[in-house]
Protein backbone atom coordinates (compact mmCIF):
# COMPACT_ATOMS: atom_id res chain seq x y z
CA UNK A 1 0.00 0.00 0.00
CA UNK A 2 0.94 3.62 -0.52
CA UNK A 3 0.69 6.31 2.29
CA UNK A 4 -2.41 7.55 1.10
CA UNK A 5 -3.42 3.86 2.02
CA UNK A 6 -1.64 3.40 5.45
CA UNK A 7 -3.14 7.15 6.31
CA UNK A 8 -6.52 5.81 5.72
CA UNK A 9 -5.86 2.86 7.30
CA UNK A 10 -4.90 5.00 10.85
CA UNK A 11 -7.83 6.74 10.50
CA UNK A 12 -10.23 4.09 10.36
CA UNK A 13 -8.43 2.44 13.72
CA UNK A 14 -8.39 5.82 15.22
CA UNK A 15 -11.93 5.58 14.91
CA UNK A 16 -12.39 2.36 15.90
CA UNK A 17 -10.52 2.69 18.80
CA UNK A 18 -12.42 6.03 20.07
CA UNK A 19 -16.18 3.71 19.96
CA UNK A 20 -14.54 1.01 21.96
CA UNK A 21 -13.05 3.22 24.43
CA UNK A 22 -16.54 5.41 24.54
CA UNK A 23 -18.90 2.49 24.33
CA UNK A 24 -20.61 2.77 27.57
CA UNK A 25 -19.52 0.31 30.31
CA UNK A 26 -22.32 -1.87 32.32
CA UNK A 27 -23.48 -0.63 35.28
CA UNK A 28 -22.51 -1.89 38.77
CA UNK A 29 -25.09 -4.54 39.59
CA UNK A 30 -27.24 -3.49 42.46
CA UNK A 31 -26.59 -3.23 45.63
CA UNK A 32 -23.73 -2.29 47.69
CA UNK A 33 -24.97 -2.50 51.28
CA UNK A 34 -22.48 0.60 53.29
CA UNK A 35 -20.61 2.55 51.65
CA UNK A 36 -17.08 3.22 53.59
CA UNK A 37 -18.34 5.82 55.08
CA UNK A 38 -21.35 4.88 55.85
CA UNK A 39 -19.63 1.76 57.74
CA UNK A 40 -17.11 4.18 60.03
CA UNK A 41 -18.14 4.45 63.15
CA UNK A 42 -18.54 7.91 64.57
CA UNK A 43 -16.26 9.55 67.31
CA UNK A 44 -17.94 8.89 71.16
CA UNK A 45 -19.65 11.52 72.22
CA UNK A 46 -18.51 14.39 75.13
CA UNK A 47 -20.44 14.41 77.77
CA UNK A 48 -22.73 17.18 77.61
CA UNK A 49 -26.22 18.38 78.49
CA UNK A 50 -27.28 19.53 74.99
CA UNK A 51 -26.13 15.99 73.63
CA UNK A 52 -25.09 17.77 70.74
CA UNK A 53 -21.85 15.04 68.47
CA UNK A 54 -18.58 15.75 69.73
CA UNK A 55 -15.61 16.64 67.43
CA UNK A 56 -13.20 14.14 66.65
CA UNK A 57 -11.11 13.75 69.60
CA UNK A 58 -7.77 11.98 68.35
CA UNK A 59 -5.37 13.96 66.57
CA UNK A 60 -7.63 16.47 64.67
CA UNK A 61 -8.51 18.17 67.54
CA UNK A 62 -6.63 19.26 71.48
CA UNK A 63 -8.90 18.60 73.90
CA UNK A 64 -9.98 17.16 76.81
CA UNK A 65 -10.24 13.26 76.66
CA UNK A 66 -13.59 12.28 75.40
CA UNK A 67 -15.99 9.35 77.87
CA UNK A 68 -15.95 5.60 76.62
CA UNK A 69 -19.86 5.70 76.50
CA UNK A 70 -21.03 4.18 72.92
CA UNK A 71 -21.80 6.73 70.26
CA UNK A 72 -24.72 7.78 69.07
CA UNK A 73 -26.84 6.88 66.20
CA UNK A 74 -26.95 8.48 62.99
CA UNK A 75 -28.86 11.60 63.38
CA UNK A 76 -32.35 11.71 60.74
CA UNK A 77 -31.69 13.85 58.11
CA UNK A 78 -34.14 16.92 57.41
CA UNK A 79 -34.51 19.89 54.86
CA UNK A 80 -34.89 22.66 56.60
CA UNK A 81 -34.52 25.57 54.57
CA UNK A 82 -34.41 26.31 50.74
CA UNK A 83 -33.17 29.42 48.32
CA UNK A 84 -34.37 30.19 44.57
CA UNK A 85 -32.28 31.77 42.30
CA UNK A 86 -33.39 33.13 39.38
CA UNK A 87 -31.96 34.80 35.87
CA UNK A 88 -32.34 38.21 34.94
CA UNK A 89 -35.70 38.07 33.21
CA UNK A 90 -37.06 37.15 36.84
CA UNK A 91 -36.94 33.44 35.69
CA UNK A 92 -36.38 30.29 38.06
CA UNK A 93 -33.25 28.79 37.52
CA UNK A 94 -32.08 26.53 40.16
CA UNK A 95 -33.24 25.35 44.06
CA UNK A 96 -30.74 25.11 46.49
CA UNK A 97 -32.12 22.64 49.65
CA UNK A 98 -30.37 22.94 52.99
CA UNK A 99 -29.95 20.03 55.69
CA UNK A 100 -29.59 20.45 59.40
CA UNK A 101 -27.10 17.35 59.80
CA UNK A 102 -23.92 18.73 58.78
CA UNK A 103 -25.30 22.10 58.61
CA UNK A 104 -24.48 21.70 54.22
CA UNK A 105 -25.97 21.84 51.04
CA UNK A 106 -28.13 18.97 50.47
CA UNK A 107 -28.98 19.07 47.16
CA UNK A 108 -29.23 21.59 44.38
CA UNK A 109 -32.58 21.19 41.66
CA UNK A 110 -31.80 22.09 38.24
CA UNK A 111 -35.21 24.12 37.16
CA UNK A 112 -33.76 26.47 33.98
CA UNK A 113 -35.48 25.75 30.74
CA UNK A 114 -31.64 24.78 29.09
CA UNK A 115 -31.77 21.71 31.99
CA UNK A 116 -34.74 19.86 30.68
CA UNK A 117 -34.81 16.21 31.57
CA UNK A 118 -34.46 13.11 29.29
CA UNK A 119 -37.07 10.87 28.03
CA UNK A 120 -35.39 7.69 29.83
CA UNK A 121 -34.46 9.70 32.92
CA UNK A 122 -38.14 9.62 33.78
CA UNK A 123 -37.27 12.35 35.98
CA UNK A 124 -39.21 16.06 36.37
CA UNK A 125 -35.55 17.52 37.22
CA UNK A 126 -31.72 17.01 37.59
CA UNK A 127 -30.71 17.20 41.30
CA UNK A 128 -26.96 17.18 41.64
CA UNK A 129 -25.21 15.70 44.88
CA UNK A 130 -28.86 14.39 45.91
CA UNK A 131 -27.03 10.82 45.75
CA UNK A 132 -24.04 11.83 47.64
CA UNK A 133 -24.16 10.70 51.53
CA UNK A 134 -22.89 14.49 53.04
CA UNK A 135 -23.98 17.41 51.73
CA UNK A 136 -21.52 20.37 50.39
CA UNK A 137 -20.23 22.30 52.99
CA UNK A 138 -20.12 19.78 56.01
CA UNK A 139 -16.90 19.53 58.03
CA UNK A 140 -14.34 16.61 57.28
CA UNK A 141 -12.42 15.70 60.06
CA UNK A 142 -9.02 13.37 60.24
CA UNK A 143 -8.28 13.70 56.33
CA UNK A 144 -5.85 10.70 55.52
CA UNK A 145 -5.32 8.43 52.51
CA UNK A 146 -5.13 5.71 55.33
CA UNK A 147 -8.56 5.68 56.84
CA UNK A 148 -11.74 7.32 56.57
CA UNK A 149 -12.59 10.88 56.99
CA UNK A 150 -15.01 11.66 60.00
CA UNK A 151 -18.20 13.67 59.23
CA UNK A 152 -19.76 16.57 60.94
CA UNK A 153 -22.82 14.66 62.25
CA UNK A 154 -24.16 17.74 64.46
CA UNK A 155 -27.76 18.68 63.93
CA UNK A 156 -27.51 23.06 63.29
CA UNK A 157 -30.42 25.04 63.67
CA UNK A 158 -31.54 27.32 61.40
CA UNK A 159 -30.83 31.23 62.75
CA UNK A 160 -34.53 33.00 61.88
CA UNK A 161 -33.31 36.28 62.36
CA UNK A 162 -30.39 35.71 59.75
CA UNK A 163 -32.38 34.00 57.17
CA UNK A 164 -34.49 35.45 53.83
CA UNK A 165 -34.56 35.00 50.60
CA UNK A 166 -31.10 35.67 49.47
CA UNK A 167 -29.13 33.79 52.15
CA UNK A 168 -29.35 31.12 54.98
CA UNK A 169 -27.79 30.96 58.32
CA UNK A 170 -27.54 27.43 59.84
CA UNK A 171 -25.64 27.46 63.51
CA UNK A 172 -24.40 24.33 65.06
CA UNK A 173 -22.40 23.01 68.36
CA UNK A 174 -19.88 20.92 68.80
CA UNK A 175 -18.62 20.19 72.17
CA UNK A 176 -17.12 23.86 72.76
CA UNK A 177 -17.11 25.09 69.33
CA UNK A 178 -19.84 27.01 67.80
CA UNK A 179 -20.28 27.01 64.17
CA UNK A 180 -22.50 29.26 62.04
CA UNK A 181 -22.58 28.51 58.27
CA UNK A 182 -24.29 31.52 55.82
CA UNK A 183 -25.22 30.45 52.61
CA UNK A 184 -25.89 33.37 50.54
CA UNK A 185 -26.93 33.49 46.55
CA UNK A 186 -24.27 35.60 44.30
CA UNK A 187 -25.93 38.76 42.76
CA UNK A 188 -26.36 38.42 39.14
CA UNK A 189 -24.92 41.95 38.38
CA UNK A 190 -21.13 42.64 38.85
CA UNK A 191 -20.41 46.25 38.30
CA UNK A 192 -21.84 47.08 34.70
CA UNK A 193 -21.14 43.48 33.78
CA UNK A 194 -23.99 40.69 34.14
CA UNK A 195 -22.95 36.68 35.09
CA UNK A 196 -25.77 34.58 34.54
CA UNK A 197 -23.54 31.43 36.14
CA UNK A 198 -23.80 33.60 39.69
CA UNK A 199 -27.59 32.16 39.67
CA UNK A 200 -25.81 28.70 39.84
CA UNK A 201 -23.35 29.84 42.66
CA UNK A 202 -23.30 30.81 46.22
CA UNK A 203 -21.45 32.15 49.05
CA UNK A 204 -20.23 30.59 52.19
CA UNK A 205 -19.25 31.88 55.27
CA UNK A 206 -17.56 29.65 58.12
CA UNK A 207 -17.26 30.82 61.30
CA UNK A 208 -15.90 28.80 63.46
CA UNK A 209 -15.72 30.42 67.67
CA UNK A 210 -14.17 28.31 70.83
CA UNK A 211 -16.49 28.86 73.73
CA UNK A 212 -14.37 26.47 75.85
CA UNK A 213 -12.26 27.00 78.08
CA UNK A 214 -9.06 25.06 76.24
CA UNK A 215 -7.30 26.67 73.08
CA UNK A 216 -8.51 24.47 70.37
CA UNK A 217 -5.73 23.54 67.87
CA UNK A 218 -7.32 22.20 64.18
CA UNK A 219 -5.52 20.03 61.54
CA UNK A 220 -6.69 17.56 59.12
CA UNK A 221 -10.11 19.47 58.36
CA UNK A 222 -11.67 19.51 55.22
CA UNK A 223 -14.85 20.81 53.62
CA UNK A 224 -17.20 18.48 51.41
CA UNK A 225 -17.17 19.44 47.92
CA UNK A 226 -20.21 17.55 46.50
CA UNK A 227 -20.67 13.77 45.05
CA UNK A 228 -21.15 13.12 41.22
CA UNK A 229 -22.05 10.35 38.92
CA UNK A 230 -23.68 9.29 35.56
CA UNK A 231 -27.52 10.97 35.61
CA UNK A 232 -28.98 8.28 33.32
CA UNK A 233 -28.44 4.96 31.98
CA UNK A 234 -27.68 6.31 28.59
CA UNK A 235 -24.77 8.23 29.68
CA UNK A 236 -21.17 7.17 29.49
CA UNK A 237 -19.79 6.67 33.19
CA UNK A 238 -16.10 7.99 31.54
CA UNK A 239 -17.54 11.46 31.87
CA UNK A 240 -17.68 10.75 35.58
CA UNK A 241 -14.31 12.72 37.38
CA UNK A 242 -13.36 14.66 40.37
CA UNK A 243 -11.64 17.98 38.88
CA UNK A 244 -9.08 20.60 40.51
CA UNK A 245 -7.56 23.72 39.29
CA UNK A 246 -3.77 22.70 40.87
CA UNK A 247 -1.19 25.08 40.03
CA UNK A 248 -3.26 27.29 37.72
CA UNK A 249 -3.87 24.03 35.72
CA UNK A 250 -7.01 21.89 35.58
CA UNK A 251 -6.74 18.76 36.08
CA UNK A 252 -9.52 16.06 36.14
CA UNK A 253 -8.97 11.92 37.35
CA UNK A 254 -11.14 9.28 36.86
CA UNK A 255 -12.29 6.46 38.61
CA UNK A 256 -9.42 4.80 36.90
CA UNK A 257 -7.22 6.37 39.26
CA UNK A 258 -8.56 4.54 42.00
CA UNK A 259 -7.88 1.28 40.31
CA UNK A 260 -4.22 1.53 38.81
CA UNK A 261 -3.31 -1.03 36.37
CA UNK A 262 -0.25 -1.53 38.46
CA UNK A 263 -0.74 -1.58 42.33
CA UNK A 264 -3.57 -2.15 44.72
CA UNK A 265 -7.67 -0.46 44.61
CA UNK A 266 -7.41 2.64 46.17
CA UNK A 267 -10.12 3.57 48.47
CA UNK A 268 -9.58 6.87 48.56
CA UNK A 269 -6.96 9.36 47.60
CA UNK A 270 -5.72 12.25 49.79
CA UNK A 271 -2.75 14.58 48.27
CA UNK A 272 -0.92 16.89 49.93
CA UNK A 273 1.03 18.89 46.91
CA UNK A 274 3.92 21.71 46.94
CA UNK A 275 1.56 23.58 44.31
CA UNK A 276 -1.55 25.44 45.46
CA UNK A 277 -5.02 24.21 45.11
CA UNK A 278 -7.70 27.40 43.82
CA UNK A 279 -10.19 24.75 44.03
CA UNK A 280 -11.53 21.11 43.36
CA UNK A 281 -15.12 19.94 42.62
CA UNK A 282 -16.38 16.61 40.85
CA UNK A 283 -18.47 16.35 37.61
CA UNK A 284 -20.27 14.40 35.11
CA UNK A 285 -20.90 14.42 31.40
CA UNK A 286 -23.29 17.71 31.47
CA UNK A 287 -22.85 18.94 35.00
CA UNK A 288 -20.35 19.78 38.06
CA UNK A 289 -19.70 21.19 41.56
CA UNK A 290 -17.12 23.34 42.43
CA UNK A 291 -15.89 24.61 46.06
CA UNK A 292 -13.72 27.43 45.83
CA UNK A 293 -11.75 28.93 48.81
CA UNK A 294 -11.92 32.70 49.17
CA UNK A 295 -9.51 35.29 50.66
CA UNK A 296 -5.93 34.46 51.69
CA UNK A 297 -6.34 30.52 52.54
CA UNK A 298 -3.41 28.78 51.74
CA UNK A 299 -4.94 25.26 50.38
CA UNK A 300 -2.74 22.36 49.27
CA UNK A 301 -4.42 19.63 50.36
CA UNK A 302 -7.75 17.53 48.37
CA UNK A 303 -9.26 14.63 48.94
CA UNK A 304 -11.27 12.40 46.38
CA UNK A 305 -13.07 8.34 46.90
CA UNK A 306 -15.78 6.49 44.74
CA UNK A 307 -19.23 6.93 45.43
CA UNK A 308 -21.17 3.67 45.54
CA UNK A 309 -24.82 2.72 45.34
CA UNK A 310 -25.76 5.54 42.64
CA UNK A 311 -29.56 4.56 41.25
CA UNK A 312 -29.71 5.30 37.70
CA UNK A 313 -33.83 6.53 37.08
CA UNK A 314 -35.03 4.30 34.10
CA UNK A 315 -37.39 1.73 33.56
CA UNK A 316 -35.27 -0.30 34.92
CA UNK A 317 -33.61 0.62 37.61
CA UNK A 318 -29.64 -0.01 37.60
CA UNK A 319 -27.01 1.22 39.97
CA UNK A 320 -23.75 3.00 39.03
CA UNK A 321 -20.40 4.53 40.61
CA UNK A 322 -19.24 7.97 41.01
CA UNK A 323 -16.81 10.51 42.85
CA UNK A 324 -16.79 12.93 45.98
CA UNK A 325 -14.36 15.28 46.58
CA UNK A 326 -13.49 17.33 49.28
CA UNK A 327 -10.86 21.02 49.93
CA UNK A 328 -8.56 20.43 52.43
CA UNK A 329 -8.82 23.35 55.28
CA UNK A 330 -5.49 25.27 56.55
CA UNK A 331 -4.77 24.70 60.46
CA UNK A 332 -5.24 27.06 62.94
CA UNK A 333 -5.67 28.05 66.72
CA UNK A 334 -8.56 29.09 68.74
CA UNK A 335 -7.79 30.71 72.34
CA UNK A 336 -9.79 29.76 75.01
CA UNK A 337 -12.60 31.78 76.08
CA UNK A 338 -12.21 34.07 78.95
CA UNK A 339 -14.33 35.44 81.71
CA UNK A 340 -17.80 37.15 80.48
CA UNK A 341 -15.48 36.60 76.79
CA UNK A 342 -15.55 34.50 73.82
CA UNK A 343 -12.77 32.62 72.43
CA UNK A 344 -10.85 32.96 69.27
CA UNK A 345 -12.73 33.04 66.45
CA UNK A 346 -11.55 31.87 62.79
CA UNK A 347 -13.73 32.78 59.38
CA UNK A 348 -13.64 31.18 56.19
CA UNK A 349 -15.17 32.05 52.77
CA UNK A 350 -15.96 29.56 49.79
CA UNK A 351 -17.72 30.10 46.61
CA UNK A 352 -20.12 27.25 45.33
CA UNK A 353 -20.62 26.46 41.94
CA UNK A 354 -23.52 23.76 41.12
CA UNK A 355 -24.91 23.86 37.73
CA UNK A 356 -24.67 22.51 33.55
CA UNK A 357 -21.81 22.95 31.99
CA UNK A 358 -22.72 26.07 29.36
CA UNK A 359 -19.35 26.96 27.75
CA UNK A 360 -20.28 30.61 27.54
CA UNK A 361 -21.45 31.06 30.85
CA UNK A 362 -18.63 29.18 32.18
CA UNK A 363 -16.50 31.56 29.72
CA UNK A 364 -18.32 34.96 31.98
CA UNK A 365 -17.12 33.40 35.04
CA UNK A 366 -13.62 32.56 34.44
CA UNK A 367 -12.50 36.20 36.74
CA UNK A 368 -14.81 34.72 39.42
CA UNK A 369 -13.50 31.35 39.64
CA UNK A 370 -10.46 30.80 37.50
CA UNK A 371 -10.06 28.28 34.69
CA UNK A 372 -13.94 27.11 35.23
CA UNK A 373 -14.81 27.13 31.40
CA UNK A 374 -12.08 24.01 31.14
CA UNK A 375 -14.62 22.03 32.75
CA UNK A 376 -15.74 21.30 29.17
CA UNK A 377 -13.04 19.55 28.73
CA UNK A 378 -12.44 19.85 24.89
CA UNK A 379 -9.05 18.61 25.01
CA UNK A 380 -6.90 19.00 21.84
CA UNK A 381 -9.87 20.21 20.17
CA UNK A 382 -10.51 23.64 21.97
CA UNK A 383 -9.06 25.89 19.25
CA UNK A 384 -12.05 24.61 17.10
CA UNK A 385 -14.25 23.49 19.75
CA UNK A 386 -15.12 26.68 21.21
CA UNK A 387 -15.73 28.56 18.15
CA UNK A 388 -18.23 25.77 16.98
CA UNK A 389 -20.10 25.94 20.47
CA UNK A 390 -20.36 29.77 20.28
CA UNK A 391 -21.51 29.62 16.76
CA UNK A 392 -24.40 27.22 17.60
CA UNK A 393 -25.07 29.00 20.70
CA UNK A 394 -25.42 32.32 18.54
CA UNK A 395 -27.82 30.24 15.64
CA UNK A 396 -29.83 29.18 18.56
CA UNK A 397 -30.47 32.91 19.31
CA UNK A 398 -31.89 32.74 15.91
CA UNK A 399 -34.05 30.31 15.45
CA UNK A 400 -34.45 29.06 19.21
CA UNK A 401 -34.02 25.23 18.31
CA UNK A 402 -30.81 23.59 19.05
CA UNK A 403 -30.87 21.07 15.58
CA UNK A 404 -31.86 23.68 13.55
CA UNK A 405 -28.58 25.64 14.77
CA UNK A 406 -25.91 22.45 14.41
CA UNK A 407 -26.89 22.57 10.64
CA UNK A 408 -27.13 26.17 10.27
CA UNK A 409 -23.11 25.55 11.80
CA UNK A 410 -22.30 22.71 9.88
CA UNK A 411 -23.21 24.89 6.76
CA UNK A 412 -21.13 28.06 7.67
CA UNK A 413 -18.24 24.76 8.22
CA UNK A 414 -18.30 23.93 4.85
CA UNK A 415 -19.12 27.47 3.55
CA UNK A 416 -15.27 28.18 4.75
CA UNK A 417 -13.75 25.04 3.51
CA UNK A 418 -15.53 25.41 -0.33
CA UNK A 419 -12.33 26.88 -1.53
CA UNK A 420 -10.21 23.72 -0.54
CA UNK A 421 -13.32 21.28 -1.65
CA UNK A 422 -13.17 23.08 -5.17
CA UNK A 423 -9.74 22.29 -5.57
CA UNK A 424 -9.92 19.03 -4.09
CA UNK A 425 -12.52 18.03 -6.57
CA UNK A 426 -10.55 19.29 -9.43
CA UNK A 427 -7.48 17.56 -8.62
CA UNK A 428 -9.44 14.57 -7.81
CA UNK A 429 -10.79 14.78 -11.68
CA UNK A 430 -7.41 15.47 -12.93
CA UNK A 431 -6.80 12.38 -11.36
CA UNK A 432 -9.56 10.71 -13.07
CA UNK A 433 -8.32 12.25 -16.24
CA UNK A 434 -4.44 10.77 -15.66
CA UNK A 435 -5.77 7.15 -15.02
CA UNK A 436 -4.93 5.85 -18.49
CA UNK A 437 -1.58 6.59 -18.52
CA UNK A 438 -1.08 5.31 -15.17
CA UNK A 439 -2.45 1.76 -15.69
CA UNK A 440 0.04 1.57 -19.01
CA UNK A 441 3.19 2.37 -16.09
CA UNK A 442 1.59 -0.43 -13.30
CA UNK A 443 1.36 -2.76 -16.66
CA UNK A 444 4.87 -2.27 -17.97
CA UNK A 445 6.73 -2.62 -14.45
CA UNK A 446 3.72 -5.24 -13.03
CA UNK A 447 7.06 -6.74 -11.75
CA UNK A 448 9.13 -3.75 -10.18
CA UNK A 449 6.65 -2.06 -7.96
CA UNK A 450 9.75 0.27 -6.98
CA UNK A 451 10.50 1.71 -10.80
CA UNK A 452 6.31 2.08 -11.14
CA UNK A 453 5.97 4.25 -8.38
CA UNK A 454 8.93 6.29 -9.60
CA UNK A 455 7.28 6.50 -12.97
CA UNK A 456 4.47 7.85 -11.82
CA UNK A 457 5.47 10.36 -9.51
CA UNK A 458 7.61 11.73 -12.58
CA UNK A 459 4.27 11.68 -14.17
CA UNK A 460 2.19 13.29 -11.91
CA UNK A 461 5.27 16.01 -11.93
CA UNK A 462 4.91 16.64 -15.39
CA UNK A 463 0.84 17.72 -15.47
CA UNK A 464 1.34 19.10 -12.25
CA UNK A 465 -0.81 16.87 -10.48
CA UNK A 466 -0.58 16.24 -6.73
CA UNK A 467 -1.57 12.88 -5.41
CA UNK A 468 -2.13 13.72 -2.09
CA UNK A 469 -5.00 16.82 -3.32
CA UNK A 470 -7.77 15.23 -3.23
CA UNK A 471 -7.20 13.73 0.49
CA UNK A 472 -7.25 17.57 2.30
CA UNK A 473 -10.69 17.81 2.44
CA UNK A 474 -11.32 14.02 3.90
CA UNK A 475 -7.79 15.22 6.40
CA UNK A 476 -9.67 18.83 7.05
CA UNK A 477 -12.65 17.14 7.82
CA UNK A 478 -11.43 15.09 10.58
CA UNK A 479 -10.45 17.55 13.12
CA UNK A 480 -14.01 19.12 12.57
CA UNK A 481 -15.53 15.98 12.99
CA UNK A 482 -13.84 15.60 16.53
CA UNK A 483 -14.14 18.78 17.49
CA UNK A 484 -17.66 18.72 17.32
CA UNK A 485 -17.83 15.62 19.06
CA UNK A 486 -16.08 16.87 22.18
CA UNK A 487 -18.55 20.11 21.90
CA UNK A 488 -21.40 17.61 21.80
CA UNK A 489 -20.11 15.29 24.89
CA UNK A 490 -20.15 17.93 26.89
CA UNK A 491 -22.79 20.41 26.36
CA UNK A 492 -25.74 20.67 28.70
CA UNK A 493 -27.21 22.93 25.82
CA UNK A 494 -28.75 19.76 23.59
CA UNK A 495 -29.74 17.98 26.67
CA UNK A 496 -33.36 17.16 26.09
CA UNK A 497 -33.24 19.03 23.19
CA UNK A 498 -35.74 18.41 20.69
CA UNK A 499 -34.86 18.37 16.72
CA UNK A 500 -37.88 17.76 14.51
CA UNK A 501 -40.39 14.72 14.38
CA UNK A 502 -38.57 11.76 15.65
CA UNK A 503 -35.65 13.17 17.06
CA UNK A 504 -36.50 14.26 20.96
CA UNK A 505 -33.39 14.36 22.74
CA UNK A 506 -30.32 15.58 20.91
CA UNK A 507 -28.15 14.35 23.52
CA UNK A 508 -29.68 10.90 23.34
CA UNK A 509 -30.03 8.25 20.23
CA UNK A 510 -33.24 8.94 17.66
CA UNK A 511 -34.35 5.94 18.45
CA UNK A 512 -38.10 5.34 16.78
CA UNK A 513 -38.49 1.35 18.23
CA UNK A 514 -36.54 -1.73 18.80
CA UNK A 515 -36.27 -5.06 17.43
CA UNK A 516 -35.36 -7.95 19.47
CA UNK A 517 -32.53 -10.25 18.11
CA UNK A 518 -31.50 -13.51 20.88
CA UNK A 519 -32.69 -11.74 23.74
CA UNK A 520 -30.74 -8.21 23.03
CA UNK A 521 -33.13 -5.32 22.07
CA UNK A 522 -31.79 -3.30 18.95
CA UNK A 523 -32.28 0.37 18.62
CA UNK A 524 -33.21 1.12 15.11
CA UNK A 525 -31.65 5.03 14.99
CA UNK A 526 -32.90 6.52 11.72
CA UNK A 527 -29.63 9.85 11.50
CA UNK A 528 -27.09 7.27 11.60
CA UNK A 529 -28.83 5.20 8.61
CA UNK A 530 -29.43 8.53 6.24
CA UNK A 531 -25.68 9.46 7.50
CA UNK A 532 -24.45 6.24 5.63
CA UNK A 533 -26.78 6.25 3.24
CA UNK A 534 -25.66 9.69 2.23
CA UNK A 535 -21.96 9.50 2.78
CA UNK A 536 -22.00 6.97 0.26
CA UNK A 537 -24.14 8.94 -2.46
CA UNK A 538 -21.30 11.57 -1.98
CA UNK A 539 -18.47 9.39 -2.12
CA UNK A 540 -20.06 7.84 -5.64
CA UNK A 541 -20.34 11.80 -7.18
CA UNK A 542 -16.57 12.05 -6.64
CA UNK A 543 -14.37 11.23 -9.83
CA UNK A 544 -12.68 7.44 -9.92
CA UNK A 545 -9.16 7.75 -9.50
CA UNK A 546 -8.43 4.33 -9.45
CA UNK A 547 -5.08 3.51 -7.22
CA UNK A 548 -4.36 0.52 -4.94
CA UNK A 549 -6.94 -2.03 -4.97
CA UNK A 550 -6.87 -2.33 -1.19
CA UNK A 551 -6.71 1.35 -0.80
CA UNK A 552 -10.25 1.70 -3.01
CA UNK A 553 -11.64 -1.22 -0.49
CA UNK A 554 -10.64 1.04 2.50
CA UNK A 555 -12.51 3.77 1.30
CA UNK A 556 -15.69 1.61 0.29
CA UNK A 557 -15.48 0.73 3.89
CA UNK A 558 -15.37 4.62 5.43
CA UNK A 559 -19.42 4.79 5.37
CA UNK A 560 -19.43 1.51 7.31
CA UNK A 561 -16.74 2.71 9.84
CA UNK A 562 -18.42 6.19 10.60
CA UNK A 563 -22.18 4.31 10.69
CA UNK A 564 -20.92 2.24 13.29
CA UNK A 565 -19.67 5.08 14.90
CA UNK A 566 -21.91 7.15 15.13
CA UNK A 567 -24.84 4.89 15.89
CA UNK A 568 -24.64 4.63 19.41
CA UNK A 569 -23.93 7.92 19.96
CA UNK A 570 -26.18 11.26 20.46
CA UNK A 571 -28.27 12.13 17.49
CA UNK A 572 -26.60 15.51 17.32
CA UNK A 573 -23.49 13.61 16.59
CA UNK A 574 -25.88 11.68 13.08
CA UNK A 575 -27.23 15.35 12.34
CA UNK A 576 -24.17 16.99 11.92
CA UNK A 577 -22.24 13.95 9.89
CA UNK A 578 -26.12 14.19 8.12
CA UNK A 579 -25.80 17.54 7.09
CA UNK A 580 -22.54 17.61 6.38
CA UNK A 581 -23.06 15.32 3.46
CA UNK A 582 -26.06 16.77 2.31
CA UNK A 583 -23.90 20.20 2.27
CA UNK A 584 -21.16 18.20 -0.06
CA UNK A 585 -23.64 16.18 -2.31
CA UNK A 586 -25.03 20.27 -3.55
CA UNK A 587 -21.40 21.87 -3.71
CA UNK A 588 -20.31 18.82 -5.88
CA UNK A 589 -23.33 19.23 -8.06
CA UNK A 590 -22.44 22.67 -8.24
CA UNK A 591 -18.65 22.17 -9.26
CA UNK A 592 -19.63 19.43 -11.75
CA UNK A 593 -21.23 22.27 -13.67
CA UNK A 594 -18.19 24.51 -13.77
CA UNK A 595 -15.60 24.41 -16.47
CA UNK A 596 -13.37 20.76 -16.16
CA UNK A 597 -9.56 20.65 -15.81
CA UNK A 598 -7.89 19.45 -18.99
CA UNK A 599 -5.11 17.28 -18.94
CA UNK A 600 -1.97 19.07 -19.40
CA UNK A 601 1.67 18.82 -19.25
CA UNK A 602 3.60 21.94 -17.07
CA UNK A 603 6.14 23.56 -18.91
CA UNK A 604 9.62 22.39 -17.38
CA UNK A 605 10.85 25.57 -15.06
CA UNK A 606 8.17 27.61 -16.31
CA UNK A 607 5.32 29.80 -14.27
CA UNK A 608 6.09 27.88 -11.41
CA UNK A 609 6.41 29.33 -7.74
CA UNK A 610 7.17 28.11 -4.67
CA UNK A 611 6.22 25.06 -4.61
CA UNK A 612 3.63 23.34 -2.28
CA UNK A 613 3.48 20.74 0.45
CA UNK A 614 2.41 18.08 -1.59
CA UNK A 615 4.46 18.86 -4.17
CA UNK A 616 7.66 18.83 -2.48
CA UNK A 617 6.42 15.57 -0.43
CA UNK A 618 5.90 13.71 -3.86
CA UNK A 619 9.06 14.79 -4.57
CA UNK A 620 10.95 13.44 -1.54
CA UNK A 621 9.33 10.24 -1.96
CA UNK A 622 10.55 9.80 -5.28
CA UNK A 623 13.69 10.75 -4.43
CA UNK A 624 13.63 8.02 -1.31
CA UNK A 625 12.68 5.57 -4.22
CA UNK A 626 15.23 6.58 -6.44
CA UNK A 627 17.82 6.08 -3.71
CA UNK A 628 16.51 2.95 -2.12
CA UNK A 629 16.56 1.53 -6.06
CA UNK A 630 20.40 2.85 -6.19
CA UNK A 631 21.16 0.86 -2.73
CA UNK A 632 19.27 -2.54 -4.09
CA UNK A 633 21.73 -2.51 -7.03
CA UNK A 634 24.34 -2.38 -5.39
Same mark, same amino acid.
Given at each position: M????????????? +?L??????????P?? &???A????Q????????????????????G? +??T??P??D?????????????????D??????????F?D??????????I??A????? !??????V??????????G?????????????Y????????????????????????????R?T???K &?L?V?????????????L??Q??????????????G??? @??????????????T??????D???R????S?F?????????R????G??????????N????????PK?????????AA????I? +?????????? =???????? &??????? /?????S? =????Y??D????????????????E?????H???Y?I???I??P???L??????????????????????R??????Y????????? #??????K?????????N??????? !? #????Y?????S??? @??????????????????L?????FR????I??????S?MD??????I???E?P????????????I???R??????GD?????I??? #?????F?F?????? /????????????????????R???? &?E?????????KG?????????????A? +???????S??
Open positions: DKTAWIVVTICAV +LGLNFWYTPEKLQ &PPVQTEQAAPAEPAVAAASGEQAPPADA +LQRENQPAPAQPEVHTIATLTSHTAGNPVAQFARVGGSLEQIEMGKINSTK !EDLQDSRLNSQAQHGITLMFRLSADQAPVDNTVYRLVPEETNAQQVTLEGKLNDLLIKYAL &PKGDETVEGNAYCLETLIQNDGKLTRRAQNWLYA @GGAGPISSREWSQFYYIRNEKAFKESLSRPWFGSEKEILTVEDPVAWVGVMQYYATILQGEQSVRTYYPLKGV +LPGKRPETAE =GVESAIGM &PEFTLAA /AGEGAG =GVQTRYIFAGPKLNLMLSDMTKIPKIDIMDGFHVSYMNWINVFHGWFGNWGWAIVAMTFVVLLIWPLRKSYMSMKS #MSLLQPVKEIREKYADQQKASM !E #MMKLREYGIPMG @GCLPMFLQIPIFFSFFYVQTAAEGAPFGWVHDLQTVCTLPMGYLINVLPIVMAITMLQMMNPQVGPMQQRMKL #MPLFFACYYYPS /ALALYWTTTNIISIIQTWIIRMPQ &PLKKVPSGKGKKGFFERMAEAQQA +LEEQRRRAK
